[in-house]
């Protein structure tokens, strides 16, 4: 299983990426598919995350309202698409996954697979 986290880059204030999170090597109809940050110096942690089958998801409470995890399931990619971006973004995102045997999506050490992490820089 690869994930191929693309789409970072530096960004004003205020504005929007979105990151791409291409999946290859199995089919993931039963897995959850998140996205983690880590800035320097802190702990990496949860972001979003998308349950591959029934499309539930689930944001953290700083990013939810700006943030929006999607999934192309013709390109199995799931995408995040980071709007109202603010200087406390800035972080190394990755993407991971996992099987979906549980609703506690928020802890790293759950997580099988991992992208290689693309950085996004928010300027102010």
């Known amino acids: 299983v690869q994930l191929q986290a693309s789409g970072g880059g530096l960004v004003q204030a205020g504005g929007s990426l979105r990151l791409s999170c291409a999946a290859s090597?199995?089919?993931?109809?039963?897995?959850?598919i998140s996205w983690f940050r880590q800035a320097p110096g802190k702990e990496r942690g949860f972001v979003a995350a998308l349950t591959w089958s029934g499309g539930n998801t689930y944001y953290a409470d700083s990013v939810k309202g700006r943030f929006t995890i999607s999934r192309d399931n013709a390109k199995n990619t799931v995408y995040l698409l980071m709007n109202s971006l603010k200087p406390e973004d800035t972080a190394v995102y990755y993407c991971?996954?996992?099987?979906?045997?549980?609703?506690?999506?928020?802890?790293?050490?759950?997580?099988?697979?991992w992208g290689q992490g693309t950085l996004v820089t928010v300027s102010s």
């Open positions: 991971a996954a996992r099987m979906n045997y549980y609703s506690a999506y928020d802890a790293p050490s759950s997580y099988t697979y």
């Open positions: 090597g199995r089919t993931f109809s039963n897995y959850a």
